[in-house]
Each structure stands twice: as C-alpha cells, then as structure tokens.
C-alpha cells in the first residue's frame, strides 16, 4: 500500500490534499527533483492545499541491487497516487533500454498514460541557436501518442549471430490509439490559436501513415474551428527551424513526437529546461510529469544541473491537479528568473548553480526581492 489510510483523510480545513508519488531516479534526476518538491511546497502554502510526497528510491542503483528497476508491485503502488513526479532515469553502467522499459515505459503504458504533452516556448535570457527568431517568440506545444506506435516490442532477430542475420521492428497503430490523441490535439487547439500540424510520412510509410492519416481527417469533421494541415515529418523538422512560429499544436506518432520534442526543447535554447506531461487524459489512472532531459552522467553531483525542467513539469502536475494558479505562479517565477543572469545556470550560458536557481525562483514567488 502506498498511502497509509490517515494520509488519505481529507484535512480538516477543507484544504485540497494531494498524494504525490516521487521518483527521483538517477543522476540529476534526483538532484532537479529536490527543487522541484521546494517549489512545490512553497506555492502549497501560499495557494492553500497540501501534498503529501511518497518518495520511491526506483532506477538504475535499485536494479543494480535487486535486478530489477522497481519492485514488482511497484505499478500497484503506484496507482493509489494522485500523480507521479519524476527525475530522469538512467546509468552508464545500466543498458539504456533496460532503463527504459523497466520504469518508464511500464508507467506510461500500465496508466494508459496515451498524451505526451512537451511545450515549447522560449523564456527571457534565454537565446535560442536560430539565427531568427519570429518577434512573437517561440510558443507551441508537441502532443506525441506515447503508448504505442514505432515504440513496440513487436519483432525479433533471425539467424542471430551467423553472416545474413536480420532484425525486425514492427510498428503498431490501433485505431482508438490514434483516435484519442488526435482527438486531445484537436481539443487543445481550440484552447489556443486553433492550428493543428498533424506530423506524418505518409509518402515513404505505406500502411500505418495513411491510417494515421486518414483518422486525422475523420476527427478533424468535428473541429470545424481549427484550422489542421498533415505535414511530412522530414519537412515538418525544416519548418521548426526556419518557420517555428507558424506553429501551435503539433500531434506526432510516438518515434516522431519524440525527435520533434527534442529538437523544439534545443530551439527553446536547452534540453535543461524542456518539461513534459505522460497524459492519462480519462483520470483513470496518475499521470506522470518529469523534465524531457535524461540523467545527465555527464554534469552529475556538480550541483549545475538546470532544475527549470523539473520545475515547469511541477508546475503541468498542479494544472492537472486543478490548481492553474499555484501553476501560473511558477511559470512565470521562472520566467523572471531566467532574465536576470544571476539565475541562469551553465547550459543556458549562466554560472548559478541549481540551489541558486531554486532560491531564485522561490524569492520570485514570495515576492522578495
Ligand atoms: P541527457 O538529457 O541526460 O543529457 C544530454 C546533455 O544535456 C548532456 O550534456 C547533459 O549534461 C545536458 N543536460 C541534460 N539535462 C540538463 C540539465 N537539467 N541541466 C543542464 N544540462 C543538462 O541525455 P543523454 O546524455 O542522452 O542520456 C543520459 C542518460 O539519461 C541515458 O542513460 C539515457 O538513457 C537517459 N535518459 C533518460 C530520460 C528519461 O528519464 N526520461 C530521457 C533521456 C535520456
Ligand atoms: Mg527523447
């Protein structure tokens, strides 16, 4: 059991109380989840409700004791959660896809965790690698389908080992998978500046991309209101760099979302700062936030690591949670922060460090100056 049975009584003021599953994992994940947990208290008190965190100590030093990512009740523990917070998993001395699909993959599939949701947007001080950038900024946000897709562990390796060996990956597209997360993208645009870019390669793949396609079309009859095109992913890549603000709402397949998030996060000028949603949209199950960047090996225990991913992901958990102005408070806190040089850290060409950044922020939402 994850919560005990008095942590899921309501507290007596009335005050909304959330049960927060934490997962710092690996390298700075555990390191950018401190702050975000600070952050997350600090706006609780000022916006009146309460989080109890449930930290699980699951990813590479864990299997590398038990042989295993998490334990094997670790999804049912998991599900009682609210929501789940998340670092970054990952280890040099851990095969990155044991990583993977022994923590994160299981989540998001187990919670049909189905919407990655990935916004882009450029913050003041930062400056991004394009030479131009459109006077508006940068302000769209990536849907990538996050259960299925290219991601399938449908296939096998023939002759493994002799002269002519072969591998085959085969990509999965249901119907009802794609169905609801065009239909989420659908739904989003309409909440912002009703423009949808469906990416596809429906040229070069054969039989999944026409499909993805053809069911855009169909979900598109009930938004009149949006404006939609499907665009060829190797084109859709070009226009991120030479046209981003022609961009709103962007819906990719799992493999395509996934590279298109990247490379949104390196125009926002840092993978250091590039949060992102795992989306149970139906509130079946948690959803799960975590910054979009890895475990770092590189700039582990330096105490550099950019902590605003992490934070601006805790800032999407209180949104989902219904608290938008707890979660404003702290977009915009970083917002100031990052325009003063004194709060920047190293990748986004600063010298502060992550507790500095952290204090900033909290400053920020205090009102201190
Ligand atoms: P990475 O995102 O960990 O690092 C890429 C580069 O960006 C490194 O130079 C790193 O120092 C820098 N960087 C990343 N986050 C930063 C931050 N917050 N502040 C400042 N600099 C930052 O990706 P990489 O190197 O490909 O993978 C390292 C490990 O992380 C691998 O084991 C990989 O499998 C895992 N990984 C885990 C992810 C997750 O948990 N969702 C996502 C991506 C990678
Ligand atoms: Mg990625």
């Given at each position: 059991?994850?919560?005990?049975?008095?942590?899921q009584?309501?507290?007596?003021?009335?005050?909304?109380?959330?049960?927060?599953?934490?997962?710092?994992?690996d390298?700075?994940?555990?390191?950018?989840?401190?702050?975000?947990?600070?952050?997350?208290?600090?706006v609780?008190?000022?916006?009146?409700?309460?989080?109890?965190?449930?930290?699980?100590?699951?990813?590479?030093?864990?299997?590398?004791?038990?042989?295993?990512?998490?334990?094997?009740?670790?999804?049912?523990?998991?599900?009682?959660?609210?929501?789940?917070?998340?670092?970054?998993?990952?280890?040099?001395?851990?095969?990155?896809?044991?990583?993977?699909?022994?923590?994160?993959?299981?989540?998001?599939?187990?919670?049909?965790?189905?919407?990655?949701?990935?916004?882009?947007?450029?913050?003041?001080?930062?400056?991004?690698?394009?030479?131009?950038?459109?006077?508006?900024?940068?302000?769209?946000?990536?849907?990538?389908?996050?259960?299925?897709?290219?991601?399938?562990q449908?296939?096998?390796?023939?002759?493994?080992?002799?002269?002519?060996?072969?591998?085959?990956?085969?990509?999965?597209?249901t119907?009802?998978?794609?169905?609801?997360?065009?239909?989420?993208?659908?739904?989003?645009?309409?909440?912002?500046?009703?423009?949808?870019?469906?990416?596809?390669?429906?040229?070069?793949?054969?039989?999944?991309?026409?499909?993805?396609?053809e069911?855009?079309?169909?979900?598109?009859?009930?938004?009149?209101?949006?404006?939609?095109?499907?665009?060829?992913?190797?084109?859709?890549?070009?226009?991120?760099?030479?046209?981003?603000?022609?961009?709103?709402?962007?819906?990719?397949?799992?493999?395509?979302?996934?590279?298109?998030?990247?490379?949104?996060?390196?125009?926002?000028?840092?993978?250091?700062?590039?949060?992102?949603?795992n989306?149970?949209?139906?509130?079946?199950?948690?959803?799960?936030?975590?910054?979009?960047?890895?475990?770092?090996?590189?700039?582990?225990?330096?105490?550099?690591?950019?902590?605003?991913g992490?934070?601006?992901?805790?800032?999407?958990?209180?949104?989902?949670?219904?608290?938008?102005?707890?979660?404003?408070?702290?977009?915009?806190?970083?917002?100031?922060?990052?325009?003063?040089?004194?709060?920047?850290?190293?990748?986004?060409?600063?010298?502060?460090?992550?507790?500095?950044?952290?204090?900033?922020?909290?400053?920020?939402?205090?009102?201190?100056?």
């Amino acid at each position: 059991m994850t919560f005990s049975a008095d942590q899921q009584v309501q507290p007596k003021n009335g005050q909304e109380r959330y049960r927060i599953a934490v997962v710092p994992g690996d390298g700075i994940g555990t390191e950018v989840t401190a702050s975000a947990l600070q952050v997350i208290n600090h706006v609780a008190d000022k916006y009146n409700f309460s989080c109890i965190f449930d930290h699980k100590p699951w990813g590479c030093e864990f299997f590398q004791s038990s042989g295993a990512m998490m334990p094997e009740d670790g999804l049912t523990q998991l599900s009682s959660a609210d929501a789940i917070l998340l670092g970054a998993v990952g280890h040099p001395d851990v095969a990155d896809h044991v990583s993977l699909w022994g923590l994160l993959i299981p989540i998001r599939r187990a919670f049909s965790q189905y919407v990655n949701l990935r916004p882009v947007r450029l913050f003041p001080g930062i400056s991004s690698p394009l030479r131009q950038v459109p006077p508006s900024g940068l302000d769209f946000v990536i849907v990538r389908e996050n259960t299925e897709g290219e991601y399938s562990q449908v296939g096998g390796r023939f002759s493994s080992g002799i002269r002519d060996e072969m591998a085959i990956q085969e990509s999965i597209f249901t119907r009802a998978g794609c169905e609801r997360v065009i239909r989420y993208a659908f739904d989003l645009a309409l909440k912002r500046r009703k423009t949808l870019t469906v990416a596809t390669k429906s040229n070069g793949i054969t039989h999944t991309m026409p499909f993805w396609d053809e069911i855009a079309s169909e979900v598109a009859e009930n938004y009149p209101d949006v404006e939609w095109r499907l665009m060829h992913i190797d084109a859709l890549a070009a226009k991120f760099v030479l046209d981003p603000g022609s961009l709103d709402v962007v819906v990719a397949s799992n493999l395509f979302g996934d590279i298109l998030s990247d490379l949104g996060a390196a125009l926002a000028g840092s993978i250091g700062i590039a949060p992102s949603a795992n989306l149970n949209p139906d509130g079946t199950f948690p959803s799960m936030f975590e910054p979009v960047h890895g475990s770092a090996p590189d700039i582990v225990g330096l105490g550099i690591a950019n902590p605003i991913g992490a934070i601006w992901s805790a800032s999407m958990m209180l949104d989902h949670l219904g608290q938008p102005e707890a979660a404003q408070a702290i977009t915009e806190a970083l917002m100031t922060a990052t325009a003063v040089s004194s709060s920047r850290t190293a990748d986004i060409g600063g010298t502060a460090s992550t507790a500095d950044v952290t204090t900033a922020v909290l400053d920020i939402i205090s009102g201190r100056p």
